[in-house]
């Protein structure tokens, strides 16, 4: 006799679990892509933006790689690492900073020439990093086998070559912003619009001049950034032209806000997602926490790749910053003062976003990064900027413009200067007043740039890159664009029915003058 086998509810009950889990894990494995970031060189605050997106993407189900050349220091635990070993070096790095410091406003004709002169410098540093990547048999192996996307560092030109050659979906992250100039070359943006010598609420913004020089501007930049990438390696491992890498290939992300910068038009596959490493402040080390409460206090610093370049520099600071009536906390590594004041505190690193947002802090003496500039307003800190090279011009024009706080030129600024400058900063209101108001601005978003950043990653990964974003505009050659060969077109049927007109004219009269001598 069979036996009668009952099932019962808590064996239903498990079973239909078990289905939903096995099913949950399905679809986890099946939307679930492996996603790698590569910043530029050594900067430190690149890949911290590309790291904060990936952290992101991993609460999403993904999986997010960093991959650093061997020279990094920095380390992310929370996520996987994946390391290079590179012949570049930090000697050669800081010699290529050294190249830059020396460079004017890149949003400026002799700024961008002087870029184009230095760039030549480079090219050696950038084929040996590329080359060094690309000779990773293991890591391009992997890569090859489990990357769905890669997030790129727009000033890194060795990641395109890396996306391009793999065939791999690319997202760029632009850790510097629009930076004026670059912003027409790679994101297509209006020439017109650039920001040269005035801002674009100035009647003095569009006039002939200001269009011609940006015009110039734009040319010789644009043969820069051609010049700056790995051509060699290009033809030898991408199959695309060199203009995939002077273009966005799908989504790109520029962690700025228009509250601070201003606003121009962009293509639909442009997001601008706000400030990535501005938040919150955290609580502080016992030993900072002690030294800044209850305290007037000034923050200084000048970025992890500019504090060991400034020898000269230092000493002018040290000055400057013990004749203020505050404390001092500074962040500077390599060149230490001989003489300094009572007032100020040294240190190699604090975790500047959290000092910032701390009640004691009252000015921000900085080079005028963006990420730096970003965190100073997200935390309503006005700014004393001696902006070096690159974006930074661009950063410190805005802060000035905007009554953020007070820009000075490096050049020729003198101790007393920086000293009174400060002083003014901390204690006219309208900077407080001007940066809080921008700083709300800033946080008034429906979730955090980070968050919008993967949301933007994770929409590209489910569409192949999000083609149907991208405008035809990326490949239409300048005259098209900006229908030079329509003007040309106008103007001479306009000469031609011109000079119809005028000979027709003349036909008439010769015609008549003609009749008159015949009559007479």
Known sequence: MAANFKVTPSFQTRGFVLSVCIAAFCIEKAFSSHVIGMA???????????????????????KYTQVLPSYAKDSYPDVEVKVFNTSVTEEIIEEAHATFMKLDNLNSISGAFRFFQAVQSLNDMVQSFC????DSDHLISEIRESVDLVLCDTTNPCCPVLAGALNITRVDVSPVGFLGVFSAVYY???????????????????????????????????????KMLPHEIWEKHAPQGIEYAMKPSGIALIPHDFALNYPRPLAPNVKVIGPVLAEPAQKLPNDLETFLTNKEVVVVSFGTTL???????????????????????????????????????????FPQNDVLGHPSTKVFVTHGGLNSVLESVYHAVPMVVLPFFGDQHEQASLVTRKELGIS???????????ARSIIEVANNKKYKENVQHISELLR?????????????????????????????AYNMPLYQLYMFDVFLFICVAILVVICMFVGLCYFVVCRRKSRKEKTT
């Open 444 to 472: 008034d978003r429906p979730q955090s740039p980070a968050k919008e950043g993967a949301y933007w990653v994770d929409y590209a990964l489910k569409h192949r890159g999000v083609k149907h974003l991208m405008s035809n």
């Open 131 to 134: 080359n060094d990547l690309f």
């Open 40 to 62: 530029n060189l050594n900067y430190f605050s690149h890949n911290r933006v590309l790291w904060k997106i990936g952290t992101e993407l991993q609460a999403k189900g993904h």
């Open 307 to 349: 504090s060991s370049h400034l020898p000269g520099f230092v000493e002018k600071i040290a000055e400057a910053l013990g004749k203020l009536p505050y404390h001092v906390l500074w962040k500077q590594v390599g060149n230490l003062p001989e003489d300094m004041g009572s007032n100020i505190k040294i240190i190699s690193w």
């Open 188 to 226: 297509n943006t209006p020439i017109a619009y650039l920001p040269l010598e005035h801002m674009p609420d100035s009647p003095q913004a569009f006039s002939f001049v200001n269009r011609l020089k940006s015009f110039i501007t734009f040319m010789i930049m644009r043969s820069t950034i051609s």
């Open 408 to 418: 000075l030129d490096k050049k020729v600024v003198k101790s007393e200067d920086i």
